[in-house]
């Protein structure tokens, strides 16, 4: 089955990590710019970090520059997004999809995985 599936949200306190995952199946992910967007409710999307598949060029929105990291392993076929100082702003639903712009169009996208940065 050709799918993104991420993985690693949950429940943290304010100041904690998590570290999301972004597998691919079916597919590589070498071929492509990675994208991390989330989107709380009520508000709009919200392109997070992107990756790129040439040179590792990484961009950050700057609500979360400093705080997080992206980086991929070809070798696993996961992208990553390591989310540290969460603060309770950054509780969204995080997805990744296989480029940088967040209005796509995109070949494959994940479900979401939950984060809420709560105390």
């Known amino acids: 089955q050709v799918q993104l599936v991420e993985s690693g949200g949950g429940l943290v306190q304010p100041g904690g990590s998590l570290r999301l995952s972004c597998a691919a199946s079916?597919?590589?992910?070498?071929?492509?710019?990675i994208g991390w967007f989330r989107q709380a409710p009520g508000k709009e999307r919200e392109g997070v970090s992107c990756?790129?598949?040439?040179?590792?060029?990484?961009y950050y929105a700057d609500s979360v520059k400093g705080r997080f990291t992206i980086s991929r392993d070809n070798a696993k076929n996961t992208v990553y997004l390591q989310m540290n100082s969460l603060k309770p702003e950054d509780t969204a639903v995080y997805y990744c999809?296989?480029?940088?712009?967040?209005?796509?169009?995109?070949?494959?996208w994940g479900q979401g995985t939950q984060v809420t940065v709560s105390s």
């Open positions: 079916g597919f590589t992910l070498d071929y492509y710019a």
């Open positions: 990756i790129s598949s040439s040179d590792g060029s990484t």
């Open positions: 999809a296989t480029d940088c712009g967040v209005a796509g169009p995109y070949d494959y």
